[in-house]
């Protein structure tokens, strides 16, 4: 994640800041630019230029998500602005969504205070997600494009009735329960994981959604078979061979994370969450001064030469962060160990994401 300033006072700011801190210019987060700009009177009367960091307050506006989903994304306001402001102010019109929101299929109703504030958080995440993927330039394709297989995301709250986290078909199932810090702690230790985050689910269900689109190829599909297994396995039987087993022994030497053992798909979901996680960590390093400027997604690392760049930078910064962690009486940052055969499969899933199938 970059580190975002005030266009017009300088002032730093986080990347959920909808108002500056300093100057109190009201700002919005463009995606196009990946930058927070300011909503006022550009110079020059230029309505979307991003050179100025200032986008006209009559053309851009806030997601109608900003209150209940914290969301401080611009939208633009269509031809007939005026109406469709006041028939989105009337409740009369559609929702004006930014890109990350509209991706949203179904949320708590609007009754639901606890379901609510649990999206808010969910939909935090979502946005950072959704700003690494745009950074990779991999290819995002919402349902309203492909009715089969186009992304989309059913934020549910499990206080009514049973909800499963997963993905099918480009439809990605969050469990809201999981913004509870105590019922996320209590199944992080159950299920005996080191790490268990909002940010984490998304990764790693969005790393299924990947497997469609990037393993695409009879080439990509072959390096997949030689490196994960085959994708094909009797995934109910896996399922209940790793809850009624656990991991195998040894399992530490080749994956990443004890429930990548259970399936070729999990094992690369695990794997591409994983691939994320380094990227926009360093990605945030480099911004900060805190690894070097080659490390940011703005200058891509590719090929093998360049994944091999990644994970040099990537392992000292990930021991000096668990020291600096523990220097504060907190678990290590990254608690994993990364194997010869678990960056052979991260290879993959850099290879692909820098040639992605479009």
């Not at 306001?77 to 299929?105: D, F, H, W, Y």
């Not at 690392?301 to 504060?328: C, E, H, T, Y």
Request: charged share 20%; with cysteine.
């Amino acid at each position: 994640m970059r580190d975002f300033a005030c266009p017009n006072c300088g002032q730093q700011l986080a990347f959920e800041n909808s108002v500056c801190l300093s100057c109190a210019s009201p700002l919005g987060f463009r995606l196009a630019d990946l930058a927070l700009v300011v909503i006022g009177d550009p110079p020059g009367g230029a309505p979307n230029d991003s050179m100025t960091g200032v986008v006209d307050a009559s053309r851009f506006r806030l997601c109608d998500n900003l209150h209940v989903a914290q969301c401080n994304w611009l939208v633009e306001v269509p031809e007939a602005g005026i109406e469709a402001t006041e028939q989105a102010a009337n409740g009369t019109g559609k929702p004006m969504l930014c890109e990350s929101c509209r991706l949203t299929r179904t949320r708590p109703n609007d009754l639901d205070a606890a379901g609510l504030a649990a999206f808010a958080e969910a939909e935090a995440a979502k946005r950072r997600l959704i700003v690494e993927l745009t950074e990779l330039g991999l290819p995002i394709v919402g349902r309203d494009q492909d009715q089969n297989r186009g992304l989309a995301f059913d934020l549910l709250t499990s206080a009514s009735g049973k909800v499963v986290t997963g993905h099918k078909n480009g439809v990605i199932t969050l469990d809201l329960a999981e913004a509870s810090d105590p019922h996320r702690e209590q199944l992080r230790i159950e299920m005996d994981e080191p790490y268990r985050t909002l940010l984490g689910h998304f990764r790693h269900e969005i790393g299924h959604y990947y497997y469609m689109i990037l393993v695409a190829t009879d080439e990509a599909a072959q390096r997949f078979r030689e490196l994960f297994g085959d994708p094909d396995a009797d995934y109910q039987a896996a399922l209940n061979r790793h809850y009624t087993d656990g991991a195998p022994p040894g399992w530490e030497s080749a994956y990443v994370s004890s429930y990548a053992t259970m399936h070729p798909a999990e094992d690369w979901a695990e794997t591409f969450a994983h691939y994320l996680h380094i990227r926009d960590t360093l990605d945030t390093a480099a911004a900060f001064g805190i690894a070097p400027a080659g490390a940011s997604l703005d200058r891509p690392q590719v090929g093998r030469a360049g994944f091999d760049k990644i994970i040099d930078l990537w392992l000292p910064l990930a021991w000096s962060l668990n020291m600096v962690n523990r220097s504060m009486g907190h678990p290590d940052l990254y608690p994993f160990v990364l194997p010869d055969p678990v960056l052979a499969k991260m290879r993959l899933a850099h290879d692909l994401c820098a040639t992605p199938t479009r």
